[in-house]
């Protein structure tokens, strides 16, 4: 079974100051992670992705994240905040491409 | 090119009656994708299809729920008798089948209102 956990339902950074959002996941298989922001009353878009090669992936906005397998983890950063990064954030996890897990989401908010 | 389409956005649906909720994929895309979002929760998956095909429905809470995709492009879910624990998010996501990519482009989802 696989699933994502979200350590922090709420984040708050300051403009210009590191964003670091946790995600940690288990499978039983080596799994392909994603990173997906939401603004509100729209649909998730994808910030980046890790299926296989280098462990350290960069996306859009600014934003990258780590594959590390001895920690489970591939936690997003970003190393200076903008006012308009303030969204909620969704780590997911599929092994099969058919069925994606995702976490409960991290909502970060940017303080000006 | 169009992105992931829905209709309606919205629906508010009196508990016992049946909705149908439309996804208008991207194009050329063989995967689709139904997903449900309760309110702060993260998206929990429904059913898959491969072009007509559904491969996968065992994320369909109840038997209330049913998905079809006919001829391998736009997707109806359908929910019979609604209760209120139905009122969520309703998300579509569409993909090419590409090896390596699994990469969903996500609808702006359709929020269904159980009264």
């Given at each position: 079974?696989?699933?994502?956990?979200?350590?922090?339902?709420?984040?708050?950074?300051?403009?210009?100051?590191?964003?670091?959002?946790?995600?940690?996941?288990?499978?039983?298989?080596?799994?392909?992670?994603?990173?997906?922001?939401?603004?509100?009353?729209?649909?998730?878009?994808?910030?980046?992705?890790?299926?296989?090669?280098?462990t350290?992936?960069?996306?859009?906005?600014?934003?990258?994240?780590?594959f590390?397998?001895?920690?489970?983890?591939?936690?997003?950063?970003?190393?200076?905040?903008?006012?308009?990064?303030?969204?909620?954030?969704?780590?997911a996890?599929?092994?099969?491409?058919?069925?994606?897990?995702?976490?409960?989401?991290?909502?970060?908010?940017?303080?000006? | 090119?169009?992105?992931?389409?829905?209709?309606?956005?919205?629906?508010?649906?009196?508990?016992?009656?049946?909705v149908?909720?439309?996804?208008?994929?991207?194009?050329?895309?063989?995967?689709?994708?139904?997903?449900?979002?309760a309110?702060?929760?993260?998206?929990?998956?429904?059913?898959?299809?491969?072009?007509?095909?559904?491969?996968?429905?065992?994320g369909?809470?109840?038997?209330?729920?049913?998905?079809?995709?006919?001829e391998?492009?736009?997707?109806?879910?359908?929910?019979q008798?609604?209760?209120?624990?139905?009122?969520?998010?309703?998300?579509?996501?569409?993909?090419?089948?590409?090896?390596?990519?699994?990469?969903?482009?996500?609808?702006?989802?359709?929020?269904?209102?159980?009264?």
């Amino acid at each position: 079974a696989q699933s994502v956990t979200q350590l922090g339902s709420h984040v708050s950074v300051s403009e210009g100051a590191l964003v670091l959002l946790r995600c940690n996941y288990s499978s039983s298989v080596p799994p392909y992670l994603f990173w997906y922001v939401q603004y509100p009353n729209q649909g998730l878009q994808l910030l980046l992705k890790y299926t296989t090669g280098a462990t350290l992936v960069k996306g859009i906005n600014g934003f990258e994240a780590e594959f590390k397998k001895s920690e489970t983890s591939f936690h997003l950063t970003k190393p200076s905040a903008h006012m308009s990064d303030a969204a909620e954030y969704f780590c997911a996890v599929t092994n099969t491409g058919n069925q994606f897990y995702f976490g409960t989401g991290t909502s970060l908010t940017v303080i000006p | 090119g169009a992105g992931v389409s829905q209709s309606p956005r919205y629906k508010v649906a009196k508990r016992g009656q049946d909705v149908a909720l439309r996804c208008d994929p991207i194009s050329g895309h063989v995967s689709l994708f139904w997903y449900q979002q309760a309110l702060g929760q993260g998206p929990e998956f429904l059913t898959y299809f491969q072009n007509e095909a559904q491969l996968d429905k065992s994320g369909l809470p109840s038997d209330r729920f049913f998905a079809e995709r006919p001829e391998g492009s736009v997707s109806t879910l359908k929910i019979q008798r609604t209760q209120q624990e139905d009122s969520a998010v309703y998300l579509c996501a569409s993909s090419l089948t590409s090896s390596n990519s699994y990469e969903q482009y996500f609808g702006p989802g359709t929020r269904l209102t159980v009264t």
